[in-house]
């Protein structure tokens, strides 16, 4: 029995518990070059979205099918919106995975960008991206987000089975805290998933020019 165990999974590969009924997407975190420094690549929603129009976001999509993985899904995405080559996209590393309360999970890629030229000329995506825009990596660098908390607790439906928990009715759940970083930039505001994208990005990277510099 347990080499039959052996067998069948010997392949198997890991991921987040419930996936298959979760919204799986993958976004890149695009390193631009403009003057000499890098650069974060940001894009404006188009206010013609259904979902978050106008709001701040980095390319990426829902994970698709024909997705041989999740950093194609980040390349294709990328290339749909911004209107770039693949061949011009060089991924470094994938970052942390983002899971949220809300039956959400985002992939994000660290890549860098070349030959794209002047980020305005770009034949982007009209239906799905408003405008693009560029943030110095120096400026996350030295300002930190602020930070805003929401709460999150069970609200179980009304038929949910009370009799067979312990404690019935009186059966305490769990409740937690949700994190809402919020990046003030010029005239931009960097929120939400965007800016916990961005957040965990800028602290892994700090982490390592602090053991460089050791």
Not at 76 to 98: A, H, M, Q, V, Y
Not at 101 to 111: E, K, R, S, T, V
Request: proline share 5%.
């Amino acid at each position: 029995m347990i080499n039959k165990i052996n067998e069948l999974f010997k392949d198997f590969n890991n991921y987040i518990h419930g996936h298959e009924k979760m919204f799986v997407s993958s976004v890149l975190v695009p390193l631009i070059n403009k003057d000499n420094e890098l650069h974060l690549l940001f894009q404006r929603r188009s206010y013609k979205m259904d979902a978050q129009p106008g709001e701040i976001s980095f390319p990426g999509g829902k994970n698709e099918e024909f997705d041989k993985n999740h950093e194609e899904t980040a390349i294709r995405e990328t290339c749909e919106e911004l209107g770039i080559k693949s061949e011009d996209i060089n991924i470094i590393c994938p970052l942390d995975i983002f899971v949220a309360p809300f039956n959400l999970i985002i992939n994000p890629y660290l890549g860098y960008i070349s030959n794209i030229g002047d980020i305005d000329k770009l034949n982007i995506n009209k239906d799905e991206v408003d405008h693009l825009f560029l943030v110095p990596i120096k400026y996350f660098l030295e300002n930190e987000p602020k930070l805003y908390q929401t709460k999150i607790e069970v609200i179980p439906d009304e038929a949910f089975p009370y009799h067979l928990t312990p404690n019935k009715e009186n059966y305490k759940f769990k409740k937690g805290k949700y994190d809402v970083y919020f990046y003030e930039y010029n005239d931009y505001v960097i929120w939400g998933i965007t800016a916990k994208i961005v957040k965990n990005f800028i602290d892994i990277y700090k982490n390592f020019l602090n053991d460089k510099s050791k």
